[in-house]
Structure formats: C-alpha cells, structure tokens
C-alpha cells in the first residue's frame, strides 16, 4: 500500500547521499570564468571553517542564482571537495507527492542523522521546491518553511558540528521568508554573460569546428549575454542534432529565441 | 468500495497507452498547412535528439495553443512516430474525481516506471486540468503544480532517457506558475486562419460538393479565420445533418456564431 | 449508518431516469411562443446529429435561461422526445447534501454506465447547483468542476455515442469557469414578454373568464414583460385562490410585485 | 461517546414539533396594529393555497424583519393555525455544535419525512443562523446553503404537497446568496414605530398604573419609534423591577438608552 | 492518551464552579470609586429580575471595558451575590488547545447542565478568546460563534430561568460579530481615571507611608489617568519591592512608562 | 511509527531544562557595554518579585530585540541566576515539524508541570517562530497562538508562583496578536552600536593582536555600528581563519558587508 510504498520510497534518503552527489556532477564543472572559481573560494573559506574553528558549530552557506545557472551542481562540488564523512542531500526530488507533514518528518530524520555525527554536511537543494512555493497566491508550505527557519539556527549538540549548503533561484522569496538572514554565508551563481565565456564552453565540450567557433564569436562580440550553464549545455546539444553546415548559424538562433542575447552590448539592467 | 475501485481504475494507466494513442487519432492528421509541419518537424527535431544524444538524458517539449486546436493529437502522432517503446500517457481523464494526493501517487507511478525503462516518453496532456486550475481564485492543485515542477527537472537514471510531451491551451498560467522554462522545446500550435486552409479541410472530409466549396470559398475570402481543427470538424459534422440546398449557408453561419470570421481581413493584433 | 443511507440514497440514481423526467413534465409544456419551438428545433438537430452522424460521438448541448423560465422542463422535453435508451438524470436534488468526494463518484458513475451503452444521453441539470456555487467568495466546488471540464470533453469508447444536455441560469459563471465552450450547442430559454404570451399561457391554464382575460390584456397592452413561464405559473395558481371579482386586478398587481412589468413598453437593454 | 450523543440529541427533532411551536407562541401574539395582521392575512392565504390548490406542491414563504421582532412567533402562529398533520421545525437551536455535515443530515433528514406525508410544514427558522453565517469575512457554511437553495426548489413527489415557512433577519443576505426569490411569498415583519402602539402592548401587559401609561404616551407623542416586539417584552419586563413612582421614566429612559426613540418625528430614511 | 487526558482535563468544569469564582475574587474588589457601584448596582438589578419576573426566564448581562479593568472580577462578584445555586463558568482557560469542536461540546454540555435546573447562572469570561480572535486576518472560531449566537437567544425550558453574565474588552468584535445586542444589559467596567480613585486604591492595599502617598498624590494632581484595577495592582507590587526612600518615585515612573498618565489634564477624547 | 517517535521526541521536554539552558549559555555572556547591564537588572528585579510578594502570582516578562541580539542567552542567564528549582524550556526546537496541535499539547504540558510546583520559571524562546509565523500572508498558528494568550494571563493555583520570561525579535507581531500588553515587564535587548563596544568584544573573545585592535578601532572611529552578538561573534570567528596580516581589513570589510556600519556617524533613524 501506499505507506508501505511511502517507508520504503524514504529508505534510500536515509544511506549515504555520496552517489546522488556523482549524478549532480555527471557533466562535470567547467570553468568557464571567474564567477565559478568564486563560488568554489567562498566554498573553500567555509570548509576550512568547520574544520578548524573551536567557536562556530553551525556553519551555513547559500549558493543562489537564476534558474539553470549550475547551482546544484557546485553545492554537490563543495560538498564533496569537503571530505566530510557524514553527507546528506535534502532535495525535492526524493519528496515527490509527499504530504507536508512527511516532508517534515523526511527532513528533520535527515538532521537527526546529522546531529549524530561529529561532523556532518547537509546539501538542502532546491529551497523554494522543498517549500512547494508558488508565485500565485502565493502558496508554500508554512510548515516546512518553520522547520527550516528552526533548523537553520539549531545548533548540533556540544562537540558536533554541521554545514549546511542551500540551493535557491529564489532569493527575494527567502528574503520576504525571513530565511535569507540565517545563511551566514552567500555566494551568488552567475550566469554566462561575455561570448569569451560561451566560447570557453563550446571549445570545452566539443562538437564544434574551429570554423564555426569563430564564426560564433563573431556574432556576438560585445553582445551581453545572460544565459545559465544547464540551459547552454542543453542548447548546445540540441544544435549538434543539426547538420554541420547550418550548426552555428542554428545555434545562435536558438540562444536568440531564449532571448538570452543583448546586442547593445550596453548593460543598462 | 471506493478505494478497490480507485485500485480497479487506476490500473488501465499503468498498462501501455499506446491503444489510447490510437483513440485521440481516430480522426487522423489533416495537412491543412504549413503550421501543422512545423510542429511535426519540430517533433521529429526532439526525436532525434533523446535517440542520438550522449549528453541530454530529459528532453522536455509543450505543444501550446488555443482550445480545440489539435494539440492532443499531435502530441500523440509525435509519441508514436518515434517508436519508442514504453509509452505513457498522463490524462486528467483518468484521474476524474481524483483527490490531489491520488493524482500524485499515479503521476509519480507513471514517471517511476519509465525510469525503470532504458528509453521512455511520457505524454502530459491538458496540463492545466492535471493541475484542477481555474482562473476563478484562481484555484489550482499546488501538490500536483510541485510534483511536476520537480518531475519536469529531474534526470532518469543514468544510462536512461526520457522524453516529456506536454499539451496546454493555458501558455500563460504555466508561465505564471513557473512551469513554462522547464520546457525546453515550445511548438505553437495553430487555429485555422485563412480561408485556404479551411476549404482544404472541407475538401479532405467530403460531404460539400464542388458547387458549395466554391460558395464558401467565395464567401470567406479576404477574411481572417480563427477556428481550430476540432471545431471545425465538429461544425462540418453539424452542417451535413442540413439539406444540401442550404448547407453552404449555414455552414458559413455556424462559423460566424462562433465568432470565428473577422471580415475586414485586417489582421490588427 | 450514514454510509448505509448514503449507498441506500444513491441507489435510484442509478436506475433508469425516465419517471424522473415525467415528474419535470407533469405540468406539461406550453406553445406560448416562437421561443419555446426554438429551443425544441434546436433539439431536434442535435438528436439527429447523434443518431446520424458517423465522426460526432460526443454531443453536448446547454439549455441556458433566467430561472424560472422553464429550462429544466424543456431539457426533460428534448431527452424523452430522441427515445435513446439510456437516459440518466444528473440533478443536485439528488446529491442533497453530499460531500465534493461523494458528489464526483456519483457523477463518475453516471458517466461510466452510460459509456457502456451504445447511445445515451445524460442531462446535466443546475449545473451552477451542482457546482456549489455561490457568488459571495466566490465559493463553488473545484473538485466537480474539474470532473466536468473533463468529462464534458472526454470521448466516449469507439462505437459510443453520448448526448449532454446541460442546464443553467448562470450562463456567464460557465464563462468564468471556461465550461461554456465545451456546450457546442447552446440554446437561450427565453422569459415570457408580451402580453399576447401571457394571455396565451392563462387561456391554456383556465380559471379566468374571458372578461378577466380581457381586462388583462388591456392593462398590459403594449408593456414590456419579463416573467419565467415557472414562475407565472405559480401566480396564476395563487390568484386562482381569490375571488371573481377582483382576480383580474390581483394578478396584474402579483406580477407588478415581482417587478415584471415595464410599462413604458420601451426596451432599451 | 459523543456520536452517541450526536444520535441522542438528534431525536427529539424528529418527533413531532407541536410543542416546540408552543414554546416559540408561550408568550402569545399581541395584535399591536395593522403590521401583525397582514403577516396573518398572507399565512392565511398561503395556507389557502396549499389546501386547495391542484397544481401547486411546494408553497414557500418568508417571514423577515429586524431582530427581535416576532418573526419566530409568528411563523409558528400560521404553522399552527394551518392544522397540517405533519409540522416540522428546523432550527439553529437544535443544532448547536454540529458539524456543517452533520446538519445537512439533519436538514435532509426532516424533508425526507416530509415528503413521506401528503400534507407537510416546515419551519427554517433563523435561516442565517442555520448557515452559520457572520459578516466578518463573510463565512457560512456553503454545503448548508447549497442544500437548503435545492431543497427550496425540489417539488415534493407526485401527490404530496408542502408548505415551506422560513424566518430571517437579514433579508440582504438571503439576496446575496440567491435564496430569496426562491420563496415566492414574502412577508415583512414589522417594528413597533409609534406611541401609539407601544401603549398598547403596554396595556395588554399590564404593571403599569393609566396614570403612568398617560405620562409615557404624552412624552412620546410625535417621536418616531423603532422597536421589535420581543426587545419591547424584555424592557417592560426590566422596568417592573423598578418602583412604581420612577417606573414610567425609567421605561422611556431604557429605550431611549436602546437609540429606539427619535423624537423629531419626522421619518427622512 | 490524548483523549482520555481530555476527558480528564474537562471534568473539573462540569463540577461546581465556585471554587473557581473565589479564585478570581482572591484579591477582592476594592472600591475605588463610583464606576465600581454602578456596575455592581446593575448586577442587582439583573439578579432582581431572573429572581422575581414571570416573564423573562433568559437574562443576559455583558461586562465590557478594557484590558485588566476588573471585567472578571466583577462578574464573580456579581455571579456571587446572586446565590443561584447552579453556578458554572466557562472561561478559555480550561479549554486551552482545544479544537473548536471540543470547545463546542464543553460549551454545550455547561449549558445542558444549566437547563436541568430551575436557576442557573453561566460566566462566559473573555469571550474573545472563548472565540479563538486575533485581529490579524481576522480569524476566529466560528462554528464556537455560532453556538454563542443560538445559546443567548435560546430559552431554557418552560419554568426554567437561566442568567447569562458575559465578559470581553473587544466590545467592537462583539458588534460585527452580531452578538452584542443579544446582550439586554451591557455595563460598563472603567479604568481607573483620577488621582483621586488611585490614591484610594493605594491606601487599601498598604505599604506605602503617608508621606509617600501626599507626594504621589501631588505629581498625579490633574492628570488625568487611564490604568486598570489589575494593571495598577501589579504595579503597586513591583513598587514594594524598591526601597523606601525612592519608591514612591519609581511608582509614578512606571505608570507613566505604561502610558497611563495624561498631565495635560485635558480630556479631549 | 511516527506517534511513537513523537513521545519518544517529546519526552525530554518534560525533564529538567537545566541542562538546556547551559547549552545557550555555552559561548558566555560578556558585558560588552551598559545595556548588557540593564537587561540584567530587569532580571533580577522581577526574580525579586516573584521571591518576595505575597500577591503577584504570575510575574511575565518579555526580551526583545533585533535577530542575534543575544535574547535567548540572556533570557537563559536570568532563569539560571533565579535558582528557581522547577525550570521549563518552551522551545521551537523540541517542536519541530509538529502539527499546531501537538505543540499546544507541549506547551499545555509544560505549563501544567509548572503549576505542580510551588516556585516555576517556564522560558518561552522565539515566540513568533513558536506561533509559525511567516509575514508572508500573513500565516501562523492560531491555536497555538490562542493557548499563549490565555496562558500569559492564567494565574497559578493559590500558594503557587510562576515566573514567564519570553523572547521576540517581533515585537511589533506580538503587538498586533495583542500578546505584548501580557508582559508587565519588557527588556529591550541591544545590539553593539559603537567601535568601543566591539572592540571590547574582540578584546574578550583573543585573537586579534593589540595592533590589529588598535588598526580597526581608528577605522570605526566616530561611526555608528547596528550588531548583534551573535553575529558578531560568527563574523570573528570567520576572520580568524584569515591570515594574520589581511585580518583586521577583513574584519572590517565583513561586517561592512552585512551593513551593520554607518560612517556618517549620525544617527538619523
Ligand atoms: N561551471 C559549472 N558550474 C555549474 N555547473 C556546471 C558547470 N560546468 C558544467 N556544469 C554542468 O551544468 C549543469 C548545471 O545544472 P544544475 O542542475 O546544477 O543547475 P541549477 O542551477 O541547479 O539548475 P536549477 O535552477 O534548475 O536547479 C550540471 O549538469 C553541471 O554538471
Ligand atoms: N492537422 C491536425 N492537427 C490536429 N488534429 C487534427 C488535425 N487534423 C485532424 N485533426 C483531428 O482534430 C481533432 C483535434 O482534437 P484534439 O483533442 O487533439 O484537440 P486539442 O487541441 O487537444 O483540444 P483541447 O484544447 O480541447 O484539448 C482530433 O480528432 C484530430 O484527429
Ligand atoms: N413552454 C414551456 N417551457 C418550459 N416549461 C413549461 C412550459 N410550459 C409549461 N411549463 C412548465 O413550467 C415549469 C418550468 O419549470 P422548470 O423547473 O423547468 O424551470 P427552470 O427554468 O428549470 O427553473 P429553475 O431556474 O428554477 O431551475 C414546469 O413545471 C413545466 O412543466
Ligand atoms: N404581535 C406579535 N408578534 C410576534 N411576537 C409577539 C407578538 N406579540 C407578542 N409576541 C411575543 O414576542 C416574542 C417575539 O419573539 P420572537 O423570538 O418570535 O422574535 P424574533 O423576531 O424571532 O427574534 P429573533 O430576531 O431574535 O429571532 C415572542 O415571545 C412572542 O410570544
Ligand atoms: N473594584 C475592583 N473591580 C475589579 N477588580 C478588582 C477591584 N478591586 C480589586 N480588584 C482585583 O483586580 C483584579 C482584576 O482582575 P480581572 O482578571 O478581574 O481583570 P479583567 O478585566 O478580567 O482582566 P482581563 O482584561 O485581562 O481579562 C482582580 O484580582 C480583583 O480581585
Ligand atoms: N552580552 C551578551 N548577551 C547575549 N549573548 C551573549 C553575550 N555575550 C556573548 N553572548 C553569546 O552570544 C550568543 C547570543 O545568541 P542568542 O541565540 O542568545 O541570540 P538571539 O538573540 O536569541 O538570536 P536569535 O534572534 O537568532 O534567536 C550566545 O552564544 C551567547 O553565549
Ligand atoms: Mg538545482
Ligand atoms: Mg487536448
Ligand atoms: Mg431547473
Ligand atoms: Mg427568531
Ligand atoms: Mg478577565
Ligand atoms: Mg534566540
């Protein structure tokens, strides 16, 4: 029966997170720029945090961008550069169709894991999802969203330490949630936005001839551009579907539909 | 009781759906112009894609458009062209009189079988009815709107692909609930609009004879038409329970009830 | 228990609907005018639309009008006249009562049978009462909307045929809901609205003389009226109550009372 | 147990009602003026209509006016003054506590006996009350209304006949929910408004010496009063207490005190 | 469990309430001045009523005035004096956490128990909170409002007589919610306006010296105050706990840290 | 299961808070300016109170201020310093993802423990969070709500004493739920607002040299700082893991990023 179906859905969110990590990280992480190498620092700064300091018990960090920026995808890379033995990942997607109160129950059993362990790292991916937030309305679960505010003050038990790392592209909304505050640490994802950048990204995946590369550039010198890394890649493999002929006049065409092209090239936001 | 027949009733969704498929095709696919080809070859484009691809293991496409414009059955036709053999169709007429939480159990059992399987698509049709959305509120499911926010997102199975054909008349409200983006393949799908493209529908269905095609032709000429092919199908059905000697006529009077015929052939919007 | 009663009291609804029909009919329906033979040809044309048609197998049909002005009667009329076998009767006096879960189940039912019989015709009567609806919030219930906007579009099995005849007095709360478009017929049940009507209804009802038949008609001559054939009826029964001598008089004022009567016998709406 | 309860305090509702009305008419009904008789003529004509009409089975009528005017009194006078067999009340006050559901059952429950018998009467009595409505918000309970709106209309079976009395003191309400016209009788329960009939409801209590009755009518000649039957009761009541050299004043001081006196006699509303 | 503890936690309230009343006149009723009588005298009155009237055999009462002016207090006393013999109080305080469900049946039972015998006396204290208020929303108990709406106008039995004393602060929520005037005798409880009437009350609770008192009587000369019995009680005891020598300072400092004190002398409110 | 988890869960809330308590107080309070000193005063006036008067029974005190401004740990010293034997935490984190109705268990429990004991002290930490309150709506508990107002106003039984102390960074909620007035004693609790205050902090806390003091005292010189503890000591404690020659810059730089700084100097508000 469903409930049955219900413990036995949960069970996999309750071993070790460590694979799930991998799949966030299938495509890799490209370094297309400086704003990823940022990200990674900030990471990096927080890491040597929990492991060094006698203070601070609870460290948290937020990782927050547009949609499709990559967020997810670095919080998993943080997370597993950290080493630290206890790592779980709270994400909507082991939630689907869950009631509120099995959330919570979801959520808090992962905290409760985590509590246990001297040193432990939580990844809570995907915020707003995890709220079932909707901008009509608006509607969320206020009853995650308390738990959440809880458990991002909580500290773990005396001798035990916690990082935890937020995904959200919803920023304004954890702000009216009051939730935005209790990260202490905030890295913004940036989009790719400079056709030196795209380039970089094309040269590293491939598919693309030196012809067309440069006959992309071309077209976009000086163009502003605002497009996440999932969404390029995914553009990127579609156009490859594409004969090699009309494949880079195909693949501008496509970032111009998603209206992710500026060709002013003055950012005037 | 009821909750044996919620058992009873539910398992036909779980067998294939391609018989289904064929019922939403029953009347075939009329070449009416050059909108149809269009999504049809768009179709064909995410055919290739989640077959030939390394990279992209979800491919998500919405065929949008107004009410009664033949979105259901290209959808359909493009599910069945690819071939691809576990096929499942998510329908609110499946899920008639379904609480919230009974639709998320079956959505998410339809969504877990084709992840079990190497190569799956997943049609969605009427988005906005799986949703129980009406403007007046508006009111809407929010625990359906989130399982789909988070099942539109998430990877199968590495080694697995997945293909998602959505159907909407309601482009706008998936914008609203931030559904639309997910989609990263948006076919148009379009009403009938000249007068052309409506006697090539006659012609294709028979029942008006030469004499009454040229009347209506001549009638309608230099007008803009906007009617989809589901209504028009259904007013041709009408219009031959009449005489032969005043078919022609009512025909064009039936179309002009429905506030289908703009006369002045300027199209303004 | 309740449950006992609530299978107890579902039961005749899923006998045959035919008395039903005969007890909407008890009172008849009268010629009063162009009006009602309007409505009764446009039921014809759908009878024949189903009983002919080889592509149609979905006919729906709204009978929408002030209440009062004989809707639900004339819907019974059409139904009993097409002689389709299966004949079912959706009407909220019959779900008194009933929670939203209960009232879909019913409904579900009634379209399930009637799916199983080559040719049915289901009449949908006060749909804005079955929908619990009530403009103070709105309020209404989504749960049986949502089976409706989906029923109302839903096939039935190859070789089926299924007639709808739906009634309404809130033609524009079907607007707001986007359920009117799904009626592909739609017939207006108009109000009586000269005197030469109403003369023609107290001439068919008897209890006046034809003196007071004149003295009617004279006060009236040239007034507009707007008064449900339902609810003349209903004055006529009540002036039969009072005296010869002054029912001619207390009828007019009874009509007057309901502010039926415009006598400037301008209509300017 | 509290079902057992629930089972236990249902019953006396559905013994007969004959006492009940008795409580509701302990006090009697004083004949103040004009007012009073014309709500008896119309019940009185109403119950004409249903003894001896052939056509009508289902005769509604309301009773509104302000609180505490005598609505319930009066209600139960016609009630009792129609010597139907078979008399029911439906009232609030039966059913304190009860779940939204649980008096629907109830409601039902009391119709579905009616129509058993081949004459019945039912009291609604405080008809906002039994929707548990409040201005605030405005909350009500809809499954209620939608019952009673269909219950209003639903003809009794063939041969039956039933007389429909229902009381309420906000008439706006009834309107906004599209309950009022379905009761095709309405009666308006007046407030007392002069001197004049105030000395006399005075009179027929007595506790009051001529002189002092002489000094209140000369203090309130001319003014314009508003003040239900019932409030009035209770007042004189209060000012029994009172000894008698004070008695007069003080009456007049305690409906002045209740904003029921407006002495500049002149009626501009 | 849970049940069983509520069963537990209720009984208390179905037994005698006087114990209780005594709680709550514990610090007795000081008299301070003239506003203090005339609510006591009112009670007389009311209790003279219900004890000598044929007629009235339902009298209500509301004490209304601001937070912590004494409402509770003086409704004991009131309830006291009367030496009904069946005395019972319900006050949210034996209902904490209650659902409004339960909070019915509590509510009902006390009234149940009052009909049964020939003289009751109910306290309904704080009848906001009774109705789980907050003006945030607002929201509230409704199905509890109703019940209070139907029970204070509901006789008990023939030869029973019943006095129903209420007590609130939010007299304003007590008139949208359309219960106020269900209360036929409404007094006033005032809070504490004159240095006078404070000086009294200093001098009836001890431990202040003469010269304390002259000297708070001097600053305090012409203001014009505004501080309930209880609040100024509370404050009196914070007082004592400072030295002598700076108490009778620090006594006027914190009732004028409450807001308590307007030394304009000028009321213009 | 869950229920049993849930006893399991709320069992340690029923021992001895002492334990607790000393977890907040794990980091110290250090006495980095006078309004540290006044909120201790306040303490000790009302434990005082509580110890000493024969009539105040029930003694309510609230902390408020700005997120991180160190309420809960002093609202934990003052409880400590109290020495009161029976000592009761209310706490949102032992309520995690509870439903409203198993916190007003908890809490009732609490409070009912308390009143067993002679001499009680109940700490009431993060009131708005206990109440799930989100401005977003605005949404919170109602019920929980309710039994707080009730029980801030319930006095213990005769012979016994409780001492309430709460805590809010929502004073203005508090005010709007009317729950502020039922503190009689309200301590504002500050954050650092000047450079001599911080450095005093840093001075406490080491690791900084006396140079790197020195280079940011001259930095903040004359500028208005707005801190919390909390975060400052979160802040230090990141800067420490900077290198010894670029820390005081950081310092700096990371508090100006949180904009608690304002160079003007001028206080504005
Ligand atoms: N520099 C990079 N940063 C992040 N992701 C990268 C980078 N280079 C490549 N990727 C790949 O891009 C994809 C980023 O997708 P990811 O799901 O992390 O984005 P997201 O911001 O979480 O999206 P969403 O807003 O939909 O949650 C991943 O497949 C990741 O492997
Ligand atoms: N070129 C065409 N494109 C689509 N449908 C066609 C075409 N030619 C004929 N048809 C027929 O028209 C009908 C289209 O109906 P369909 O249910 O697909 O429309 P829809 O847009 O999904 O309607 P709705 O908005 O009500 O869901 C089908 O019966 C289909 O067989
Ligand atoms: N020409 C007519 N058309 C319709 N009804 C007629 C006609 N002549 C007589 N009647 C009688 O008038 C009554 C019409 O009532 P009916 O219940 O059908 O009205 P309605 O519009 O459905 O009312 P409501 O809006 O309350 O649902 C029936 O008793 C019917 O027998
Ligand atoms: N002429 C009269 N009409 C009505 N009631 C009268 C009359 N004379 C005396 N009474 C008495 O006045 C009282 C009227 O109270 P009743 O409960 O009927 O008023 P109501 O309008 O129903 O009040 P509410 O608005 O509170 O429901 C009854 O006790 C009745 O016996
Ligand atoms: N003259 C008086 N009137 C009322 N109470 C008095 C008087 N003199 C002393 N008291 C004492 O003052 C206190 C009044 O508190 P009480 O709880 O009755 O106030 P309240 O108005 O009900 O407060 P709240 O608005 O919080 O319900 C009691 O302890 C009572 O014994
Ligand atoms: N003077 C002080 N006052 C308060 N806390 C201090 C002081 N000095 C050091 N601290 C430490 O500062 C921290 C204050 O954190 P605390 O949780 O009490 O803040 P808070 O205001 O309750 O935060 P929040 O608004 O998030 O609930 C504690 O670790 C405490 O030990
Ligand atoms: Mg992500
Ligand atoms: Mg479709
Ligand atoms: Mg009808
Ligand atoms: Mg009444
Ligand atoms: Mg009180
Ligand atoms: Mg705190």
Known sequence: DFLHALQHDIKPA???????????LAQGILSWGEPVNRVLTDGDLVISQIKTSDQASLITMLLE?????????????????SDIPFMKLCTPENMIGYTETAKCQVIKKIFDDAYKSPMSC???????????YVPVGPRFSNLVLQALLVL??????????????G????????????????????????????????????????????????????????????????????????AKQMQAGERADKFVNLIEDLGAIDYTGNVCL
Do not use: C, Y
């Open 14 to 24: 309750f071993g070790s997170s460590k694979e799930e990590l991998d799949i966030f």
């Open 65 to 81: 961008g547009a949609p499709g920026t990559g967020k997810t995808a670095l919080a998993s890379k943080i997370a597993k550069s």
């Open 122 to 132: 939580i990844i809570i991916d995907d915020i707003e999802r995890l709220l079932d």
């Open 152 to 165: 991002l003050k909580k500290n773990p038990p005396p001798g035990h330490k916690l990082l935890i790392i």
């Open 167 to 238: 995904t959200t592209s919803r920023k304004d909304v954890l702000q009216d949630f009051e939730m935005f505050p209790l990260f202490k640490t905030v890295a913004h994802v940036s989009a790719i936005s400079t056709a030196q950048q795209l380039i970089m990204v094309l040269d590293s995946t491939g598919g693309f001839s030196d012809a067309e590369l440069q006959s992309i550039a071309k077209k976009l010198t000086g163009a502003r551009l605002f497009i996440g890394i999932k969404t390029l890649l995914s553009v990127i493999d579609l």
